[in-house]
Each structure stands twice: as structure tokens, then as C-alpha cells.
């Protein structure tokens, strides 16, 4: 191999697995490979709901060990939940799921103290019952919080087992509805009055900063040979994939992230926390370099994981090819709806919604499989229209990353519901943008345009042109309730 690549690995959790790639980086060479995957299967306690974290360490320990000898590794994960930390740095209990209920009606908790459109223009943060913050109110007066003397976010608590350092990588902080997108730091003011100790998260840390070596218990359980350095990625799994959207210099882009939520929206210099932005439920989390994501939050793949779940089906590939005979457009949920954020009986869910709007509720799996992405592909149009209208910034082109850029019906009705040409690819973007910073700061590539660059020379891509009507989406959208005119 050439002195001039090196290989790193990429601790890239999600909310339905987990897995470590290895990716082999020169300046002409970007090239990725799977070491590990593993599930990661929430668990139903009598106190709710909490992740497995314990379960998801060894899946990283395992990985690691499959990955071999790295130059660096990095950890990304899913925003939002955190775990405690006792004054010896011992976890204080399985960390709580973000789709725990406990949250329920803390939101009006908050806003009798910090008005909503007052946080908003603090954080810029969309409104989500499971934000952080709100998870944090929820826990006061509880025995844990009240034993606590740290908290790391998921990404942050899984490099402090690797490495024994404890830091807050500022991506994903800024999902906590607790930064300020402006100053980069902590919005000290809703936090003191909502009596929410920012004295509890470890110093911030930015992509690239370095985060310590692997432990010698970690080198010993994983067969490395020390010193292997650990550095601060993009740890939010959606900055990272933003990170990795293959857009050519100069091009007027939106990007979806796409899994088992769906993530719309545009890179921005600058935050947009207008009460028109708050009105349409948008967010504004930190990018790489300094960026803003600016973003809108949707149900997702979620929606047919579900589903599938209930069905116990397996695999997807043969209801997306029945899915893809049937008639377009015959019934649609709003895809967005809250409704749908809990498990547990989704199809009948879908189906309910559909009757309350007065339309056939889908009788087959293959008819609800349809009926889900249709919804997407609409969820996808309104959060790609009203983006470029609230941030004056027009699109050419839409860029689809993440496991559901091999999902090509959801990609062509992504094309023909927004009416533009969309670039499917990169399906492993989170772990790729993941290996693209650490590639960066052992000095391989250069800065956000030549990371992109080289993704777009190395990666394939596919490209779907829109067809159809746009009136025949604006007619189902108005079925949701949520229709919005391109702007």
C-alpha cells in the first residue's frame, strides 16, 4: 500500500445497527469495505424503554477486532440520548431511548418557562419531543440524575470506554436544543432557567480534534498494536453523511439522508430562525466546517422497519418490487405525523390514518409497503420546497445518501415528486464522511469541497430524472394536509 493511504475505521451506530467499516484513503483513493455488522435491538424494561448499550460496545469490540490494524478510528451514532456517568466516570444505567415515553407533555413543561419561539431563537432547534433537552427536564428529580456527575452523548460515551477521555463533540450537541448555531457554544441562558447543569457534559470538541488512544485493555481485546489514535469525527451520523453528499463544486444542492429517518434539507452558511422556520418545524444543526444543516426531521424507512417487524418479514427486496406494480398515489399518511413515532402496530396505524382522511386503507403488505413511500416521496417534496422558500436558496439538484439511496422506487418518486433530478449514492455516507474527517486530519485530503470531490470520483452514483405531473402530487399532498406549492 502507498505511504500516502492510510486506513481508518468507522464506528458508525444506528438506530437499527451498528457496524465498523474500514476505509482506505489516499488522495485518489477512497475505498470502503464492511469489517462488522451487528443489530441493535432496544429493550422494553419495566421503567420504559432503553438501548443496549453494553451490547452495542462489544458489537464495536468485535468489529474493531474484525477491522484489523488502523491508522485512526472514529464513532458516530444517532443524536440525542446520552448516558449517565457516576463520580468514579461509572454508567449510571442503561441509557433511555429517545422513544421512551417519558418526554410525553414536557414540552409545555419547557415552554411555560422558555417560550417556544424565544428557544428557537437560541437554538435554532426544531421542535421533537425527545430533543435532549426535553429528556433532560423529564429526568429531574430523578435518583440518577441526581447521582450524576457527567453526562456523554452516545458517540461520546462509546470513545470514553475506548479511550478512558471525556468529551462533547459539538455536531452532535448542537441536537441537544442546548447550543447556540451562532457562537458554536452553549446557550447558557434557557439552560439556567430550565435548571438544566450544563456543568454535567465534558469540554467540546470539534470534527478532527484528536480524542485520545485506545486503552491497552481495548488494544488487548481487540488484537491491535498501540498506539492507535482515536479522533473527533462529525458524531452525529447525519453530519457525517452531509459531510459525504457527493455535490460538484458550485452546485445548488438539497440532500437526503435517508434510513430510518428521513433528513431534508440544505447546507447554509448561516442559521434560519425566523418564526416562519420555526412555524415549519425546521432545525438548524451544526455541519462540518463550520456549516449549518438546515433540516427537517421525517418519520422515514421507520415507517415500513415497522411493518415489517409486525409482519415478520425479513426482507424488503420483494415487497418494494410488488410495491412498484401497483397503482401510484391511492392512498398517503402524513409521513411527518407524531402518530407514528412509537412502535408498535403500524400498519393498522397507517391504516386508521388513511381512513380519517377518507381514503382506501391499504389491505395488502404490498399496498401499505406503497403507500408508505408515496407518503415519503411527498414528506420528502414539502421539506425540499419550503426549505428553499425559507432560506431564499433555490435547488438544482437533490443528492439521496444513506441506505435508502438502494432503494430505487423511493428514488424515482423522490425525482417525480419534487420535480428534479435526483443522485442516489452514497449508501454508507455516515461512515464514509466518518472516515473522510479522519482522513483529513492526518493530513490525506484538504478541505469540505475536495472531500466531496473525491467521493464523487470514487463512489457510484445513479441519477434519476423526475417525470409525471406535479398537479397529481399536489392533489395527493392536499390528502395529507400537507400541501405546499413548489416555490
Not at 409545555?108 to 422558555?114: D, G, I, Q, R, S
Not at 473527533?232 to 452546485?251: I, L, Y
Not at 466546517?289 to 415497522?306: A, K, S, V
Not at 461512515?431 to 469541497?449: E, F, I, M, T, Y
Amino acid at each position: 500500500m502507498s505511504e500516502r493511504t492510510k486506513t481508518f475505521a468507522a464506528v458508525d451506530l444506528g438506530a437499527s445497527n451498528g457496524r465498523v467499516m474500514v476505509g482506505r484513503v489516499g488522495p485518489d483513493t477512497l475505498r470502503l469495505s464492511e469489517a462488522h455488522r451487528f443489530p441493535n435491538r432496544p429493550v422494553h424494561l419495566p421503567e420504559g424503554l432503553r438501548w443496549d448499550i453494553l451490547g452495542l460496545y462489544g458489537g464495536v469490540l468485535d468489529g474493531l477486532r474484525a477491522a484489523g490494524q488502523v491508522d485512526s478510528l472514529g464513532v458516530d451514532s444517532w443524536a440525542v440520548d446520552y448516558g449517565l456517568l457516576d463520580a468514579d466516570g461509572a454508567l449510571l444505567g442503561n441509557p433511555v431511548h429517545y422513544r421512551d415515553r417519558r418526554t410525553d407533555a414536557v414540552a409545555e413543561k419547557v415552554w411555560a418557562t422558555v417560550p417556544p419561539d424565544e428557544l428557537y431563537r437560541s437554538t435554532g432547534i426544531q421542535h421533537a419531543p425527545f430533543n435532549t433537552l426535553y429528556q433532560l427536564v423529564a429526568a429531574q428529580d430523578t435518583p440518577q440524575l441526581a447521582l450524576a456527575r457527567g453526562l456523554l452523548l452516545i458517540p461520546d460515551l462509546i470513545t470514553y470506554w475506548l479511550t478512558g477521555e471525556q468529551g462533547t463533540e459539538l455536531t452532535n450537541a448542537s441536537t441537544t436544543q442546548l447550543i447556540d448555531p451562532r457562537t458554536r457554544d452553549w446557550a447558557r441562558g434557557p439552560a439556567t432557567r430550565l435548571s438544566v447543569d450544563l456543568g454535567l457534559f465534558a469540554p467540546l470538541r470539534r470534527p478532527g480534534d484528536p480524542a485520545g488512544s485506545l486503552l491497552p485493555h481495548v488494544l488487548e481485546a481487540t488484537g491491535l498494536r498501540g498506539p492507535v489514535p482515536v479522533t473527533t469525527v462529525a458524531s452525529h451520523d447525519t453530519a457525517s453523511a452531509v459531510a459525504a453528499v457527493p455535490a460538484r463544486p458550485g452546485e445548488r444542492f438539497a440532500y437526503l439522508c435517508t434510513g430510518t429517518w428521513s433528513l431534508a434539507g440544505l447546507e447554509l452558511d448561516a442559521p434560519v430562525t425566523t418564526g416562519a422556520s420555526r412555524a415549519a418545524n425546521f432545525t438548524n444543526e451544526l455541519g462540518v466546517d463550520g456549516t449549518i444543516r438546515f433540516l427537517r426531521n421525517i418519520m422515514g424507512m421507520w415507517l415500513l422497519q415497522e411493518c415489517m417487524r409486525t409482519w415478520g418479514e425479513s426482507d424488503i427486496a420483494p415487497l418494494l418490487a410488488e410495491a412498484a406494480e401497483l397503482p401510484p398515489l391511492r392512498s398517503v399518511v402524513d409521513a411527518a405525523d407524531p402518530a407514528f413515532l412509537a412502535p408498535g402496530s403500524m400498519p393498522e396505524r397507517i391504516a386508521t390514518a388513511c381512513r380519517a382522511t377518507g381514503q382506501p386503507a391499504p389491505a395488502t403488505r404490498a399496498e401499505t409497503t406503497r403507500c408508505i413511500l408515496d407518503s415519503l416521496a411527498l414528506a420528502h417534496r414539502r421539506a425540499i420546497h419550503e426549505a428553499q422558500h425559507l432560506a431564499d436558496r433555490a435547488v438544482d439538484v437533490v443528492h439521496v445518501v444513506g441506505g435508502g439511496a438502494r432503494n430505487e422506487l423511493l428514488c424515482q418518486l423522490t425525482a417525480d415528486a419534487c420535480g428534479l433530478p435526483v443522485v442516489a449514492g452514497p449508501a454508507e455516507a455516515a461512515a464514509l464522511g466518518n472516515v473522510l474527517v479522519q482522513a483529513r486530519a492526518h493530513g490525506l485530503v484538504g478541505d469540505g469541497a475536495a472531500l466531496r470531490e473525491l467521493v464523487a470520483a470514487t463512489q457510484p452514483l445513479t441519477r434519476y430524472e423526475p417525470s409525471g405531473d406535479q398537479a397529481v402530487w399536489d392533489a395527493a399532498a392536499r390528502r395529507t394536509g400537507r400541501w405546499s406549492r413548489p416555490s
